[in-house]
């Protein structure tokens, strides 16, 4: 009994193994890069930051006054950019960024759908060692061009 046991788990085990490996994520390797928390390209980074921490506070006073629901931008420097993304009544999800070198767009890929959420912030800010390689940042919203709600510089 024991040893059926034994050989079930790990059939069973093996099953999800196979499922999991099948159902991965598909990475595309062209012209574009997934830039995350912990990769740099072409010296760039971008960080998803703490709302709660006192820095990022004096960061999100820039913001301002009562936000929609959407995505803001703080250009603070040429090395550094704030991307807010505000939801009062919208669940937004799913973010990546990627790096056009060829034509310098960053493009910030996320998705929505309705909700209930009470005042959610996301901030990340988009740093860079020199002036940033890209000219253009454009939102890409559950496959739609979106744009920004509000872009604050210093």
């Known amino acids: 009994m024991v040893k059926n046991r034994r050989i079930f788990c790990a059939l069973l085990g093996l099953l999800f193994t196979q499922t999991a490996c099948s159902n991965g994520v598909r990475v595309d390797y062209e012209e574009e890069f997934v830039i995350s ?14 709302t ?24 603070e420097n040429k090395h550094k950019t704030y991307i807010l993304i505000n939801a009062n009544t ?13 034509n310098k767009i960053l493009t910030l890929f996320y998705t929505t759908t309705e909700g209930s ?35 604050y510089t210093n």
């Open 37 to 50: 928390e912990t990769a740099q390209l072409e010296n760039v980074r971008v960080l998803e930051l703490d």
């Open 52 to 75: 709660n921490d006192e820095d990022n506070q004096k960061v999100l006073n820039v913001f301002r006054g009562d936000l929609k629901d959407g995505v803001y931008a703080y250009d």
């Open 90 to 102: 919208r669940n937004y999800a799913d973010y990546s960024f990627k790096l056009d070198k060829e």
């Open 117 to 151: 959420v009470t005042n959610k912030k996301t901030l990340f800010l988009i740093e860079s060692k020199n002036k940033h390689p890209f000219e253009e940042i454009k939102l890409i919203n559950n496959g739609n061009d979106d744009g920004f709600i509000g872009v």
